[in-house]
Nanobody, 116 residues
Framework: QVRLVESGGGSVQAGGSLGLACELS????????MGWWRQLPGKDREFVAS????????LYSEAVQDRFTISRDADKNTLYLQMNSLKPEDTAVYYC?????????WGQGTQITVSS
């Protein structure tokens, strides 16, 4: 059974930094892509960043481009998100996502709160 376990959420003041980690266990096949999504209060889940497990190609949303960095440790099946220059509008529940073969998997979510 595939599991995604996030860690590293918390609270920070605007302009600060936080890091998230997501460990994948019980891998049932080839990882295609992993990434981060977030859900702001009262809104739909939105894309943040993703990374190709095959060639490290990365994608970012415009909202986080140049502030967030996605990376991985392939040996540990762990995905990271380094978040710098955080803004109050980054406050959300952040979810780890993995596409393995043709199936999508999600973590339980971790809260990030940025105060002004």
């Amino acid at each position: 059974q595939v599991r995604l376990v996030e860690s590293g959420g918390g609270s920070v003041q605007a302009g600060g930094s936080l890091g998230l980690a997501c460990e994948l266990s019980g891998n049932a096949g080839k990882i295609y892509r992993m990434g981060w999504w977030r859900q702001l209060p009262g809104k739909d889940r939105e894309f943040v960043a993703s990374l190709s497990w095959r060639n490290d190609n990365t994608l970012y949303s415009e909202a986080v481009q140049d502030r967030f960095t996605i990376s991985r440790d392939a040996d540990k099946n762990t995905l990271y998100l380094q978040m710098n220059s955080l803004k109050p509008e980054d406050t959300a529940v952040y979810y780890c996502h993995a596409r393995i073969l043709t199936t999508d998997y999600w973590g339980q979510g971790t809260q990030i709160t940025v105060s002004s």
